[in-house]
Each structure stands twice: as C-alpha cells, then as structure tokens.
C-alpha cells in the first residue's frame, strides 16, 4: 500500500498548480485584450473647462467623518463620524434633522435606506443598527434601534439592497453578507477575501443581483446574491482597495487604493482597461464615485484633494481643495447636480 502524502508536500503542489492557473489565465485574459481605452477615445471630444465650488459646508460632528449616504430624495445626507455619532443633514438648509450616539466610535458605515424612513449604521461594534427616522422632533431614535447583522469583527460598510428589507454588509473579518432587516437572520454570506473587506458597491440594475467588494488583499470581487459565489475577480492593484463604485450602466465598476490609483475594470472584458494616476499623485485613494452620464470619476485622497478625472482619456481634469485633512468619502447626489464629500476635518462639503 502507497503511503499517504505528507499534508505540507499536497499543499505546495497545490500552491504552485494554482499559481501556474492563475497564469494561464492571465494570458487567455491578454489575448481579448486588443487596444486601450483611451486609444479608442481618441476621437471623442476633450471636456471644457468646469467650475466647481463648495456650495454648503456641514458642520456639526466632534471628529473624522468616516462615512456619507444621499437619500433618494436627493437633499438629505447621513454621515457617520469617529466620535459616534451619525447625522441626518438637510444638505439645502445645511440643517441637522436627526443624531444619533452610537455606542462605540469609529461609525465606519452609514446607509440611507431607499424609502428615506431608515438610516443604517455600525462600526467597532462589529454590528449594523437601522434606525427607522419619524417626522417627530422628540421622538427618541436610540429606543428604536433594530441590531441587524452580526459579524466578527469591525463593520467596515453597509448598503441596502433595493428594499428596505435586507441590508448588505462588509467586514474586518473577511466576509460580506446579506441579512434581512426584520429578522436579523442572515440570508447569505460571501467568503473569497483573504483579509479584511472595506468596502461594496451594489450593482445598479433593478435586478441588483450582484455586487462589488474590495479589500486589503488587494482584490475586488464580483458576488453573485442569489448563490453567494465570487463570479469575477479582479487583482492589479498594488496595495488595500479602499472604495468601489459600478459604472452607471453597471458594466463596470471602478476602484480607488492606498497604491495612490484608481482603477476601471470592464465586466464583460474581465480585465482593467484604465489606470488613473499621475506622478504626482503619491497618496491613497480613499473614495471614488462616477458622475451620472459616466464621464467623470471623481477620487478623494489622503492629501485633502479631490481629484476629477475623464474616464474615458485616462486625464485629470480638475483638481478641489478645501478640505483641511484627508477626504474620507465621497458621494454623487442621485439626481447628478451635486455631489458631497466628508473629511478627517470633521466636516462634509457640497460641490456643485
């Protein structure tokens, strides 16, 4: 009788079987790939001069906004902060509507539930609350708190799906989930990361069955809801992915990185087909976002810029300061007009 392979020999062939996969993959990736982007763009007419200014600056948390949500109505604005609280903005008025104490710092994850009756939120915690909003004044919101999903470790962001019955969430420990919001019970789990998961993005179909996911292992991921599969994955990044947002037409997603990039990757090329950076860009990219029609991508980074850049000619077209420290988050209103960005200066600004 053969003796049994020794379990350290069957993992190292493994490793290198994988690997060589991983290769011929690569290759059979390569020969789809016929010319670049911006090379296809040539043709397309350069963006004029804009002029974008902050409109409304919002005052009001105690420290580092981590985290910012529009609602559907596209004026209101929650946002999460370091010190624990989560605010309701009017951002017309720069109004303060609702606040809420969480009971850890570091909210890391806010969301606007899609009927505007709903934030959801979580952090150090390791939990997502959702706080349903009442028009009442007085009402206090921490007594009808509802814990939602439960993970290992730290929160990192939450969206729900196209209800307000069941809430996406990603986590330090690696995984990403689906729960149902009435129950709490959790619907389906996502496991493929190697490390932490920082963020998602929700496809935009009304379909809405799959999402993007990136992470600290420098992977994004494209999950499947229904079956709880990785179908697509995508690794060139350099360093932790710190944001991912789905192009409008949901063909696409990009992704913002501490390797001072962001990146476009084409669903149905399955590959990146652009790279956005400069030689003078040398910090991290914490938060992206497209502008409706798809041609702008805005960046915010750790060097308290935020950086407009053409999507289809690779090129920067703009560059914002204001921010005092570095951009967290950055969100396009969902009408298109505006768009908001919170910072480690303890305040969110309204760009139009």
């Given at each position: ?11 190292a ?14 290759e059979?990736?390569?020969?789809l ?25 919002l ?35 720069t ?26 939120c ?12 009442s ?20 929160l ?23 729960w ?20 998602l ?64 990757y ?7 087909v ?10 991290g ?21 935020i ?40 305040t ?5």
């Amino acid at each position: 009788m053969e003796m049994a392979a020794q379990p350290s020999d069957t993992l190292a062939t493994l490793k290198t079987e994988s690997e060589t996969l991983k290769t011929k993959l690569e290759e059979e990736r390569a020969k789809l790939h016929d010319v670049e982007l911006h090379q296809v763009a040539e043709k397309t007419e350069a963006l004029g001069q804009f002029i974008m200014k902050t409109r409304r600056t919002l005052k009001g948390h105690g420290n580092k906004v981590l985290c910012l949500d529009w609602c559907k109505d596209k004026r209101r604005i929650v946002s999460s902060s370091q010190d624990g609280k989560v605010i309701v903005w009017d951002a017309f008025t720069t109004n303060k509507e609702h606040a809420v104490t969480m009971p850890c710092t570091w909210v890391m994850a806010c969301a606007y539930a899609p009927s505007g009756c709903a934030v959801a939120c979580g952090g150090l915690d390791n939990k997502c609350s959702v706080y349903p909003l009442s028009l009442d004044k007085n009402e206090n919101l921490a007594a009808k708190k509802k814990s939602v999903a439960m993970h290992t470790n730290y929160l990192s962001a939450c969206c729900f799906t196209n209800s307000d019955m069941q809430i996406l969430t990603s986590s330090g420990d690696g995984t990403c989930a689906l729960w149902d919001v009435e129950s709490g019970q959790m619907l389906q789990s996502f496991h493929g990361h190697a490390a932490d998961v920082l963020c998602l993005d929700l496809a935009p179909s009304e379909t809405g069955n799959t999402f993007v996911s990136g992470g600290c292992d420098k992977k994004s991921c494209v999950w499947d809801m229904r079956t709880g599969q990785c179908v697509q994955s995508f690794e060139t990044h350099e360093s932790d992915i710190n944001s991912v947002r789905y192009y409008p037409s949901g063909d696409a997603f990009a992704s913002g990185s501490d390797d001072a990039t962001c990146r476009l990757y084409d669903l149905r090329a399955d590959r990146e087909v652009a790279i956005y950076s400069k030689e003078s860009i040398i910090f991290g990219a914490s938060s992206v976002d497209f502008s409706l029609s798809g041609r702008l991508l805005f960046g915010g980074y750790n060097d308290y810029t935020i950086n407009v850049w053409d999507v289809l000619k690779g090129t920067r077209v703009s560059i914002l300061f204001g921010h005092e420290n570095r951009v967290s988050t950055l969100r396009i209103s969902p009408d298109g007009t505006a768009f908001c960005s919170g910072s480690w200066d303890h305040t969110l600004r309204v760009w139009a």
